[in-house]
């Protein structure tokens, strides 16, 4: 038995089967691709018009940006695959799946996206701790004159960073002036570099973090309204919740998503962004499509449900902005590759990604959440993950050339399972809808396992659906849609004729 899970949106298909394939009868010639198209009499309901089409395709992995990183006005340029890759950062040895913060954006520009505000510079202090370390360089940096360089660091449970031990590695021109400095708003650690000659150098230095445990993060955090209140009294904060004025009078569909979405002041800072990201990850379809020149993407991205990468941080910082929580956008790299014969693990253009970082003061500041649902082979660490895994299953008696199949008086289950943070508070029922026939096959309510796990199923035969609806069976290949909230999956079942086939 195979089992594929795929996170957040993307859907894995299981079917289950208990005979040898091999000694399957071979029904191709009568159940071919084309039998549901010869044979179909539904009628398809007018709220289903638009029910039918092919199941979401993986997303492309987070592409390359461009090496300068400093330069990038727009985050969303992570995201644009025809930028050139290069290596940014080595690491020794071997990294566990970590997030590595490099820049911070901080203000929101309707029509345009996210950017950041003019910053000065203050010194900074090195420092150590956390659980782990790294010997990080930052490889093959162009200098000539002064110029800034920003480095990556990890998040810690002191919301600081902590690095240390910055030096020139390697260098090919004669002297080298190293300064390290933080960004006074958005915290962002920044190296100064001066030099008289034009060259390239390697600095070297330490960085130090801890994971992220997301049950202690829940137990911790603040209520909406305790930060809702800190804000009244602290300009820092009032940074990080201002929107242009009259943004939400303009864009209505963020406005309405804002109201519909939005907990109360009771409700903790965790539950809020939460119930935010399972939002996104149920209605909206990952996509290339971008919002049309001169609309605000968030708006757009509400309103036709579907999106580039970027649109669902730009969207959840937005709406959490709106409900006076103080938010702003990250970008980093996330993994990196890790080379077994030099033993480092390599920060690429191509291992960059965004997330979002909430303000909870009950988990000493800012805390970081990665709400966009491209696959990942695992969850970083030190992010907490909003979305929720969906994995459905099929269990029948036998596979036909490559369809699971019935007999008409055989059992087969349906169901659907729900993972991740949030997985229990998930309610309502899912509907297995019967498309041959225009009929539903069955209704599950949402069962809550534990507090990381959901289920629903049926488990049926055809001979009680065509019994019930007082029609002759259908025999063929038949299409499910497991339908939950905008959540649309399609699945395949073939009936087969009890009748012997010439």
């Known amino acids: 038995m195979v089992v594929i899970i795929l996170l957040s949106s993307i859907v894995g298909v299981i079917y289950f089967h208990s005979i040898n394939l091999e000694e399957a009868p071979d029904y191709s010639d009568k159940y071919d691709p084309y039998w549901f198209s010869r044979n179909d009499r539904s009628q398809r309901p007018p709220d289903l018009s638009d029910l039918i089409k092919p199941p979401p395709r993986p997303p492309p992995l987070p592409p390359v940006i461009p090496p ?38 901080d203000v929101y520009m309707e029509s345009s996206g996210w950017g950041t505000s003019s910053e000065n510079l203050v010194t900074y202090a090195e420092a150590t701790g956390g659980e782990f370390s790294f010997r990080v360089r930052k490889v093959n ?61 390697d600095i070297e230095y330490y960085v130090y973090g801890t994971s992220i445990d997301p049950s202690e993060v829940e137990l911790r955090s603040s209520s909406v309204g305790v930060v809702q209140n800190l804000i009244v009294t602290d300009e820092y904060l009032q940074h990080f919740v201002a929107l242009p004025d009259g943004y939400f009078d303009r864009n209505p569909n963020a406005r309405d998503a804002r109201d519909y979405l939005y907990l109360g002041p009771s409700a903790t800072i965790y539950d809020q962004v939460l119930e935010i990201g399972r939002y996104l990850v149920m209605n909206f379809e990952l996509s290339t499509t971008s919002a049309p020149s001169g609309e605000d993407p968030v708006n757009w991205f509400i ?98 050339n490559g369809y699971p199949a019935v007999y008409l008086d055989e059992e087969f289950t349906i169901g659907m399972y729900f993972i991740g943070p949030g997985a ?5 029922s899912v509907d297995f809808w019967e498309i041959n026939e225009s009929e539903l096959l069955g209704s ?45 999956i399609p699945i395949f079942i073939v009936l087969l004729a009890s009748a012997s086939i010439g």
Not at 73 to 101: H, Q, S, T, Y
Not at 147 to 167: C, G, H, K, P, R
Not at 463 to 468: G, V
Request: aromatic share 12%; charged share 20%; with cysteine.
């Open 303 to 400: 309103g036709s449900k579907k999106g580039m990468p970027q649109y669902y941080a730009y969207t959840m910082a937005v709406l959490l902005r709106g409900m006076g929580i103080p938010t702003r956008i990250c970008i980093g790299y996330i993994f990196g590759e890790y080379d077994s014969a030099e033993d480092v693990t390599y920060l690429r253009a191509r291992n960059l990604y965004m997330w979002v970082e909430v303000y909870d003061p009950g988990n000493n500041g800012w805390v970081p959440f990665d709400c966009i649902p491209t696959p990942k082979p695992a969850d970083p660490i030190n992010l907490i993950q909003t979305g929720i895994a969906i994995q459905v299953f099929v269990g029948a008696p036998r596979f036909i």
């Open 424 to 428: 229990a508070d998930l309610s309502g």
């Open 68 to 105: 300068n990183i400093p330069e990038i006005e727009d985050p969303g340029k992570i995201f644009n695959p025809d930028i050139p890759e290069r290596i940014d950062f080595v690491i020794d040895g071997m990294v566990p799946p970590l997030a590595w913060k490099i820049k911070s954006y």
């Open 141 to 201: 940096t162009l200098v000539q004159g002064e110029m800034e360089v920003n480095y990556v660091w990890l998040w810690t449970s002191e919301n600081q960073i902590l690095a240390s031990d910055f030096n020139v590695a390697r260098s090919n021109v004669s002297q080298v002036i190293l300064s390290e400095y933080q960004t006074d708003v958005n915290q962002d650690l920044v190296g100064v570099i001066t030099t008289t000659e034009l060259g390239d150098i």
């Open 444 to 488: 599950s309510p949402i069962i809550a396992i534990n507090e990381t796990f959901a289920m629903a199923g049926i488990t049926t035969t055809y001979e009680n659906f065509y019994t019930y609806l007082g029609r002759d069976p259908l025999y063929g290949i038949h299409q499910i849609e497991i339908l939950y909230q905008d959540l649309r």
